[in-house]
């Protein structure tokens, strides 16, 4: 993150050419390149409801439409509808001058107000669900659709293993001189069997459905449209509409409860070398992950300290700070760009890092209560390229250099820093964590010129 409140103000160059903050890349500890959630492969691991928690498989999730069966969305406001319980007086059978309490539930919107009595559904007797559903009038032609199109994708497909099995030579004098004629027999008999899912053998064409037909005329509004004032909280709006795509209510009153939608946990591969960078637990209630490649925790993080003036063609310091989030000492340097006098939008400014190696201490959590001045000794900072020491973080002066008479001011440069990859899997035979050094392409806009 470039500030607490702005997070795109730095941004890292990711391996596909797309400029991503260091909280949305992950790094591969494998082909050690940065990925965006856009370069990466992602998996469904399990469909979950976000209301009451229940995992189901991917089957039964497509079964239900991906909706869960005993949660529901408020038609009007789209919030959880919530069960709430209520008292009947019902005749009592044994005598009929006396009436007995009969407990009854329906569900009520917390946020809106809205219940499932403006719709006129009954209340039920358990509060575990049986709410009645819609029923789609077009069900039926729905229905026949897809079983003719499922049809037809089944002859096709047994036409496309037909065409593999089919027999361009006899070659019957290799069975006759070697004996095969056993083997040769067998294979006419599995070509045989295959042909026969083939058109020509006599297999007859799903029944075609009935073509739609096109409507030509519309019903003509109703005069109160002209004559009346309409009021809006009788009328639904598009997004109440949309919601329900089969059915679309005009009026609110014909709003009804909608199952929830599922939500799905998925894991993130690489693409090249095929590792996961990111998979969580199968368990939605836990917020645990077991496998998290994010580079915020690999990569050493540059955040704009205060925002500073510009002038145009002056020269500015700009105070950076980086802070190194593994638990190793890490050495970073800065590097020119070969086409440092490129302009444009990505570039409008020249900027002087400095020179040579910068060591920042590793990130331990009770280095904060200690004595700051000991890593000052311990490092022996030059004061004029080192701002500051705090525990895993140091600052930074940048000059800046605009090239524009007014807007924002852009920068570009490239990092490079070490990288232990603690992979067990990747250290060597002494059991020492693999060093490499990694390159980054940063990007950042530090302020704007001041007007006059």
């Avoid at 038609?75 to 001058?97: E, G, K, Q």
């Avoid at 519309?218 to 509409?241: G, Y």
């Avoid at 990130?363 to 895993?392: C, H, T």
């Avoid at 000059?399 to 603690?422: A, C, I, S, W």
Wanted: net charge positive; proline share 5%.
């Amino acid at each position: 993150m470039a500030t607490f409140l702005a997070v795109n103000l730095v941004k890292y160059l990711c391996t596909c050419g797309k400029r991503q903050s260091i909280c949305r890349l992950y790094l591969c500890r494998h082909c050690l390149k940065l990925r965006c959630g856009e370069c990466v492969q992602h998996e469904v691991d399990t469909p979950y409801c976000p209301n009451c928690l229940e995992n189901l498989p991917s089957a039964e999730a497509k079964m239900r439409k991906n909706r869960c069966s005993n949660c529901f969305d408020c038609p009007s406001c789209f919030h959880t509808l919530m069960t709430r319980a209520t008292s009947l007086m019902v005749a009592n059978p044994d005598d009929a001058n006396k009436s007995t309490p009969k407990k009854m539930y329906y569900m009520a919107c917390g946020f809106c107000r809205w219940t499932t009595r403006d719709v006129g559904l009954a209340d039920q007797l358990s509060s575990s669900g049986g709410w009645q559903d819609q029923e789609n009038e077009h069900v039926k032609r729905i229905n026949s659709l897809l079983d003719y199109h499922r049809q037809m994708s089944q002859r096709e497909k047994a036409e496309k293993e037909r065409k593999k099995y089919v027999k361009r030579r006899t070659h019957l004098y290799y069975s006759d001189k070697y004996g095969l004629t056993s083997v040769a027999a067998a294979k006419r008999k599995s070509i045989a069997a295959m042909s026969n899912l083939s058109i020509k053998d006599g297999d007859e064409l799903p029944t075609p459905v009935e073509p739609g037909e096109t409507v030509t005329d519309f019903d003509p509004l109703p005069e109160e449209i002209f004559t009346e004032a309409v009021d809006l909280s009788k009328v639904s709006n598009m997004r109440q509409r949309l919601a329900t795509p089969e059915f679309q209510p005009a009026f609110a009153q014909n709003l009804y409860p909608q199952h929830k939608h599922l939500l799905i946990r998925k894991s993130l591969r690489c693409k090249e070398c095929e590792h996961n960078l990111s998979k969580p637990d199968f368990n939605p209630v836990s917020i645990k992950f077991k496998i998290q490649l994010i580079a915020l925790n690999h990569v050493p993080e540059i955040r704009i300290l205060s925002p500073a003036v510009f002038l145009p063609q002056k020269e500015t310091l700009v105070t950076l700070t980086l802070s190194n989030p593994s638990v190793y000492n890490t050495t970073v340097h800065f590097l020119s760009l070969d086409d440092e006098n490129e302009t444009g939008d990505e570039v409008n400014a020249k900027c002087e890092l400095p020179k040579g190696e910068l060591v920042i201490a590793r990130r331990d959590d009770a280095a904060m209560y200690d004595d700051q001045n000991q890593l000052q000794q311990e490092f022996k900072d030059d004061p004029g390229v080192i701002a500051f020491r705090k525990s895993n973080k140091i600052g930074i002066f940048m000059r800046v250099k605009p090239n524009l008479k007014e807007g924002d001011v852009k920068v570009r440069f490239r990092m490079q820093h070490e990288y232990r990859n603690t992979t067990t899997a990747l250290q060597s035979e002494d059991k020492e964590p693999q060093i490499v050094w990694l390159e980054h392409t940063v990007y950042m806009a530090v302020g704007k010129i001041q007007g006059k």
